[in-house]
């Protein structure tokens, strides 16, 4: 009678055993991916530097501003200094520096790149011969030097930080305290009625 008590304890053991192991062995369900939860992009690093390549070669140096909507997504903020604005408005300045200086030339000297963050350092050569963002022409030769970084997202920059450039560029044309008091005067009032300004009118400074 012992012996039989014996054979079904071990029985039941092996038998628990061998219940556990199996439950260990079946693979796990996937989990449900949520919103917080969204695929990582499948582009490399290297290719995050398309986009800022073609910002600097295509935008800024060729004019080519029909590829705003290839290089930039729909909602990139853009900041410069301590200033931010909208993708739209950042266009209208480019767009405006370029006319006053046609052949300017924006060269990436150094850049680097983590995740999904590119980094450059970058120089400016540009004659102030046109009309532009409010400034008469001065003929007089800019040379500027400065940093930027850019978050890269399937292929597209999000978001754009820069050091204010304004000051160095005024001071290089020489333009004066009371010039500069209206131009940033003006700026602040367009900021302050930027919610009532469609985005046709920055379309136009385009």
Known sequence: MRDYK????VL????????????QRKPSKP???TE???????VSPEQNKVPVHQLFEDLFTQGRYELTGKVFARNCVVHFGNRTVA????????????SAAPDLVMSIDQISVNGDMVSVFWSAR??????????KPTGKRISMRSASRFRVVNGQIVEAWNQ????ELFRQLGVS????FLFFTGERFLAAADPIIPDRFYASLQ
């Open 6 to 9: 014996t054979v079904c304890l």
């Open 31 to 33: 989990i449900p991916q």
């Open 164 to 167: 204010e450039y304004r000051p």
């Open 87 to 98: 993708l739209n408005e950042a266009v209208a300045e480019g767009k405006g520096w370029r």
């Open 126 to 135: 540009a004659t102030h011969t046109g009309q532009g963002n409010g400034l």
């Open 36 to 42: 917080t939860q969204q695929p990582q992009s499948r």
């Open 12 to 23: 039941i053991i092996c038998g628990g055993l061998t219940f556990i192991y199996a439950e």
């Open 177 to 180: 305290k009371t010039q500069a």
